[in-house]
């Protein structure tokens, strides 16, 4: 049978992090005290408005407009397949290219 300092201390054992790290109580606060001072050890600090890329390099923005019927079908399409409109478009250039 545990005593109960035992199970004291199992209970102030921290949080054990998914790779099986064992964070203190300590280790915690210091986390959370560097979090509350908008740093973030191990990630780029620098903090960038909107969504996040979804490529690791910058984009250039193309636009080109469509009938509206065919804009329909686009849609129709994208959502068979599961993207969205912007994707579907995406997808079918990056076919293109690469059967070049």
Do not use: C
Not at 43 to 52: A, D, L
């Amino acid at each position: 049978m545990r005593s109960k300092d035992q199970l004291i201390k199992e209970l102030h054992m921290g949080i054990i992090t998914k790779n099986r790290v064992e964070l203190s109580d300590e280790m915690i606060e210091q986390i959370a005290a560097a979090f509350e001072r908008g740093e973030w050890p191990g990630i780029e600090s620098r903090i960038v408005q909107g969504r996040p890329l979804k490529f690791n390099e910058e984009l250039q923005s193309v636009t080109f407009k469509v009938p509206v019927r065919k804009l329909a079908v686009i849609d129709q399409r994208a959502a068979e397949r599961g993207v969205s409109r912007a994707d579907y478009p995406r997808n079918l250039l990056d076919r293109d290219i690469i059967s070049a």
